[in-house]
């Protein structure tokens, strides 16, 4: 729980400067304390569990949904996007959100995002500033995990997940093993696909509907053992290989 401090207890003020002082030495302690409490006791960054808490696991459902915030941070986890934020009334500043499950931004409540809808990995952080109207997401601080996504032909067709990274990959013994890449939409998300097995069947990188790898239609096929390759979303409806 976050370390909790008793009221602050003054003197009764006799006189009218004597008053101001205990307004000012008042109003002080009651930020402190507000600072104090929303603090985790968890160095690990958390939820507390604590709803007065600045780590406290926020939920929401279904896609272009909203939350209540309640402090300057908090874990935030739920369906398929979030389009609104309410923050407590008089708030404005920073906002730090926390995805504790993949979800994506929307620019269709009162979220101003820089290039549109943004996705967010499991555990990556997004500074954003209300300016007493809107707020305004910054650029994604990633969690500095790195995710490894182990599949075999028994897996496919797979489906990139928004928190893969790296893709470890086996084909089978008789066809390949299909990846199917996300829409490609100009994100810049990196994702690396690595055939281990000594199979005579392909890796099958496959872009959604027309989006192309390359300018190319089709499926990108890994043969050779032990190869890797990186690709990148670079715009709308294309990858690239790097």
Not at 26 to 51: E, F, Q
């Amino acid at each position: 729980m976050p370390q909790r401090i008793p009221s602050l207890q003054l003197p009764l003020a006799h006189s009218e400067p004597a008053r101001e002082t205990n307004r000012q030495l008042s109003t002080w302690a009651a930020k402190v304390t507000s600072v104090i409490n929303s603090i985790s006791a968890d160095p690990g960054l958390r939820s507390s569990g604590n709803p007065g808490s600045a780590v406290t696991t926020i939920s929401f459902s279904g896609a272009d949904a909203s939350i209540d915030i309640s402090s300057l941070m908090h874990f935030v986890e739920g369906g398929v996007s979030l389009a609104t934020i309410k923050p407590p009334r008089g708030f404005t500043g920073t906002f730090y959100l926390i995805a504790a499950a993949p979800f994506a931004l929307v620019p269709s409540g009162n979220i101003v995002l820089p290039n549109g809808s943004v996705t967010l990995p499991s555990g990556a952080m997004v500074p954003m500033t209300f300016d007493g109207k809107n707020w305004y997401a910054s650029v994604p601080i990633a969690s500095g995990q790195f995710n490894i996504k182990i599949i075999s032909y028994a897996d496919s067709p797979y489906s990139v997940e928004p928190e893969d990274d790296l893709i470890i990959a086996s084909a089978g013994t008789s066809a390949d093993t299909v990846v199917l890449l996300p829409a490609a939409t100009g994100s810049a998300r990196l994702l690396e696909v690595k055939k281990v097995d000594a199979n005579p069947y392909s890796i099958a990188v496959t872009p959604a509907g027309s989006d192309t790898i390359d300018d190319g239609a089709g499926s990108f096929g890994i043969l050779t053992r032990y190869a890797a390759f990186s690709i990148i979303d670079y715009s709308a409806g294309k990858w690239a290989i790097i």
